[in-house]
T-cell receptor, first 116, second 114 residues
Framework: AQKITQTQPGMFVQEKEAVTLDCTYD???????LFWYKQPSSGEMIFLIY??????QNATEGRYSLNFQKARKSANLVISASQLGDSAMYFC?????????????FGQGTTLQVKP | SQTIHQWPATLVQPVGSPLSLECTVE??????LYWYRQAAGRGLQLLFY??????ISSEVPQNLSASRPQDRQFILSSKKLLLSDSGFYLC?????????????FGEGSRLTVL
């Protein structure tokens, strides 16, 4: 069965510094997709970045990048130049490829607080 | 452009009362639809998904049910709420392919059962 693990319940970072949020996954499928979402205190889930298992390069989207280490089964999110608005909960997720559902399996999340 | 809405945003209900949360998607057809629940400070647990009208799959045994009466409408229901049904409920639809498509979420419905 597929599994996503986020071992950092909470993180602090100083404004303008970079921060790495950890995510490890477990799957026996050779083809899979990994996602990161941001959840501000308002509760909405905002899609940030996607990494495919066959992608040759690490995904990047603006200040977000994904440090994808396939052999270690890790997909850490790196946020550069943190801003106060980055304070939120962050979820790593994996696409479950069994059946034809497209469903995502989520980790427990990491709460990030950016200090001014 | 595609949008997803769910309501009500906040709900306080007594134990034993019924529940109906509604979700609609605009700007797309035949989307995969999902209901997730999030306990306070926790991750998201998939409750139901639907790949088409009238097609509902349940992920976990529970006190809730789901229905999809129209292509872009997804409803979460309960006949009698339990305290353990409290949580934040999120509806989502999938954009893109089965492997790469991200989920887009509604605004969420916060349910408190007293």
């Amino acid at each position: 069965a597929q599994k996503i693990t986020q071992t950092q319940p909470g993180m602090f970072v100083q404004e303008k510094e970079a921060v790495t949020l950890d995510c490890t996954y477990d799957t026996s499928d050779p083809s899979y997709g990994l996602f990161w979402y941001k959840q501000p205190s308002s509760g909405e889930m905002i899609f940030l970045i996607y990494q495919g298992s066959y992608d040759q390069q690490n995904a990047t989207e603006g200040r977000y990048s994904l440090n994808f280490q396939k052999a270690r089964k890790s997909a850490n999110l790196v946020i550069s130049a943190s801003q106060l608005g980055d304070s939120a909960m962050y979820f790593c997720a994996m696409r479950d490829l069994s059946g034809n559902t497209g469903k995502l399996i989520f980790g427990q999340g990491t709460t990030l607080q950016v200090k001014p | 452009s595609q949008t997803i809405h769910q309501w009500p945003a906040t709900l306080v209900q007594p134990v034993g009362s019924p529940l109906s949360l509604e979700c609609t998607v605009e700007g797309t057809s035949n989307p995969n639809l999902y209901w997730y629940r999030q306990a306070a400070g926790r991750g998201l647990q998939l409750l139901f998904y639907s790949v088409g009208i009238g097609q509902i799959s349940s992920e976990v045994p529970q006190n809730l049910s789901a229905s999809r009466p129209q292509d872009r409408q997804f409803i979460l229901s309960s006949k009698k709420l339990l305290l353990s049904d409290s949580g934040f409920y999120l509806c989502a639809w999938m954009w893109g392919t089965r492997v790469t498509g991200e989920l887009f979420f509604g605004e969420g419905s916060r349910l408190t059962v007293l």
